[in-house]
C-alpha cells in the first residue's frame, strides 16, 4: 500500500507553525507577580531589572505562562521546546529548577509552578497577558462588511454559501490587505471547499496555507486565525497535537468562538474521545443556537456514536433552519441507510436533486420509471443509483471515498482498499473520520485497515 504525504508535494505546514511561533514570540508580553516575560526580547525581568534565565528554561516558561492554570504533561513540554530532538523527560527537571531558582519560588506550596508527580507541570500565579500592537492599516468598513458578509456565509455551512464566503473574503483583502481577519476567513473557507470536495484539496489548501501564513503574519492574538492555523494542522497535515494547542489558543483568546468549538469537537472526536467531543459541540450550540452549521455537526457527533436516530434528529433541526442544506441532508440520508429505510434515502436523493435543480422527471425517465416503484425498498433501486450518478460530490454523488464504501459493502475489499489509498494520498477531509466513521465499518477487521489509522497517526 503506498500512500503520498500530502506535504511534500506543497508548502509545508511547518511554516505555518514557524510563522505562528515567530510572529507570536514578536507580539507576547506576560506578567505574573512581581515579574514580566517579554517574548519580543527574550527577556524576564523583575521590576523592571533582567533575571538570567538559559535559552531553554526561557523557552519552558513560555510554554508554561501560555497555558497558565492547565497542566502540562511532560511529553507536550518536551514537543514543544525541543521538537526536534529525541530528549529524556529527565531534562525538565534541571530546568524546572532553574526556574524557580530566578522566580524565587523554592518554598513551599509554589507561587509560580506547581508539580504534577508523574505528569507535569501547572503554572498556578494569575498571569496577564498583554495585547499585541496589531499590525493594520485604518479601519476599512467595506473591508469589514465583506469580511462580516463571508462570516455568515461560513457560519451557514451550506454548499451553496461556500463560493460566496470565498469571494466575500477575497473582496475583503483587495479592500485592506492588512486585515488579518480576511486572510483567516479565506483560509477557513477554501478549507471548507477541500471538505466539501468542492475544489481540489491540494490547490485548495494551498491557498489556504498562503490566507493563514499572511494573517498570522498580521495578528497572530486574533481568535479567528488561531482557528484558520488549527483547521490547516488538523485537515492538511493530521498534526492533532499542533492543532489541539491552536485551538486551545483560539478559545482562551474569544471563549465564544463558535468555530473554535466546533473545530475542537470534530478533533477530539476523530481520536474517539466521543462524549467530550459533542459536549465542545453543545458549547457552540449554546453562542449559535438556530445555526444549521451547528445542528449538523451535532447530527454528525451522534452518527458517529451509531446512534442514527438522534443523527435524524438533530439533521432534521438543521433542515428546518435550511432546508437545502447539503450536509445536514446528506447525514439524515446516511441514518436512514443505516436503519434500512431505503424508501425513505431515495426521497432524500430526490430532494438533494431539487435543491441542484435536477428535474425529477429527468430522473425518473432515466431510470426507466415514470414513479417509484415496490422497487425503491431495495438499496439501491434504478432510480437511487440514477440519481446518486446525477449528484454533485458535496451531495453524496459519485467520488472515490464514495467508491470505496460501496466497494466495502459489495465486499470487493481490495478495490476498496485502493480505492481508499487514493482518498488518503489526495488528503480528502473524509480519512481524519476514518477512526470512528460507521461508513468504514465494512473494514475494520481488515490488517490494512489498522495500518491506515498509524499512518494517518489516528491508531
Known amino acids: 500500500m503506498t500512500v503520498l504525504r500530502f506535504s511534500e508535494k506543497m508548502c509545508p505546514v511547518g511554516c505555518l507553525l514557524l510563522a505562528s511561533a515567530l510572529v507570536r514570540s514578536c507580539a507576547e508580553r506576560y506578567s505574573f507577580g512581581d515579574f514580566t516575560l517579554d517574548l519580543a526580547d527574550r527577556r ?24 497558565v492554570g492547565r497542566l502540562v504533561h511532560k511529553r507536550e513540554l518536551l514537543a514543544s521546546v525541543w521538537p526536534d530532538t529525541c530528549v529524556e523527560p529527565g531534562i525538565l527537571t534541571v530546568y524546572i529548577s532553574q526556574l524557580r531558582s530566578a522566580l524565587d ?7 509560580y509552578i506547581e508539580t504534577v ?15 499585541s500592537s496589531r499590525i493594520a492599516g ?26 460566496h464566503a470565498v469571494d466575500s473574503f477575497r473582496a475583503a483583502v483587495r479592500a485592506n490587505a492588512s486585515d488579518a481577519r480576511a486572510y483567516a476567513g479565506l483560509a477557513l473557507a477554501r478549507c471548507t471547499q477541500a471538505q466539501h470536495l468542492a475544489d481540489a484539496p491540494r490547490r485548495a489548501y494551498t491557498d489556504a496555507t498562503h490566507a493563514a501564513l499572511r494573517a498570522l503574519a498580521l495578528d497572530p492574538s486574533d481568535a479567528t ?16 497535537a499542533s492543532a489541539e494547542r491552536a485551538v486551545q489558543r483560539a478559545l482562551e483568546i474569544d471563549a465564544e468562538h463558535v468555530d473554535a468549538y466546533l473545530l475542537y469537537g470534530n478533533l477530539l472526536e476523530t481520536r474517539a474521545h466521543l462524549d467530550d467531543g459533542l459536549a465542545m459541540k453543545m458549547r457552540a450550540l449554546e453562542h449559535a443556537p438556530a445555526s444549521p452549521h451547528v445542528l449538523t455537526d451535532i447530527a454528525v457527533s451522534f452518527w458517529r456514536r451509531r446512534d442514527y436516530m438522534n443523527t435524524i434528529t438533530w439533521s432534521e433541526r438543521a433542515l428546518a ?14 441514518a436512514l441507510w443505516k436503519l434500512g429505510r431505503y424508501d425513505a434515502v431515495t426521497n432524500e436523493l430526490l430532494r438533494q436533486a431539487d435543491a441542484f435543480g435536477i428535474a425529477r422527471e429527468t430522473l425518473t425517465h432515466a431510470a426507466g420509471a415514470s414513479s417509484q416503484t415496490a422497487e425503491s425498498a431495495r438499496w439501491p433501486s434504478p432510480l437511487a443509483r440514477v440519481v446518486m450518478a446525477r449528484l454533485p460530490i458535496a451531495a453524496g454523488g459519485p467520488s472515490v471515498a464514495n467508491a470505496a464504501i460501496a466497494s466495502g459493502e459489495q465486499g470487493h475489499i481490495d478495490a476498496a482498499f485502493r480505492q481508499l489509498d487514493v482518498v488518503i494520498a489526495q488528503r480528502q477531509a473524509c480519512a481524519v473520520s476514518l477512526n470512528v466513521d460507521p461508513q468504514w465499518d465494512c473494514l475494520r477487521r481488515d490488517p490494512r485497515f489498522d495500518h491506515l489509522l498509524e499512518y494517518i497517526g489516528l491508531a
Not at 524576564?44 to 497555558?67: E, H, I, K, T, Y
Not at 519560588?105 to 507561587?111: M, N, Y
Not at 485604518?138 to 461556500?162: D, Q, T, Y
Not at 435550511?322 to 441532508?329: L, N, P, T
Open 44 to 67: 524576564l525581568s523583575r521590576d523592571g531589572a533582567p533575571v538570567p534565565l538559559s535559552p531553554m528554561a526561557f523557552d519552558v516558561l513560555v510554554v508554561l505562562a501560555r497555558n
Open 105 to 111: 519560588d523554592t518554598a513551599s506550596p509554589r507561587k
Open 117 to 131: 508527580v508523574r505528569f507535569g507541570y501547572r503554572f498556578v500565579a494569575p498571569v496577564v497577558r498583554h495585547p
Open 138 to 163: 485604518p479601519i476599512h468598513s467595506k473591508a469589514l462588511e465583506h469580511v462580516e458578509r463571508g462570516r455568515l456565509h461560513l457560519l451557514n455551512g451550506s454548499h451553496f454559501a461556500l463560493e
Open 225 to 240: 486565525v488561531q482557528v484558520a492555523l488549527a483547521t490547516l494542522l488538523f485537515l492538511m497535515e493530521w498534526d492533532w
Open 321 to 334: 433552519h435550511d432546508s437545502v442544506h447539503v450536509r445536514a441532508r446528506m447525514y439524515l440520508a446516511f
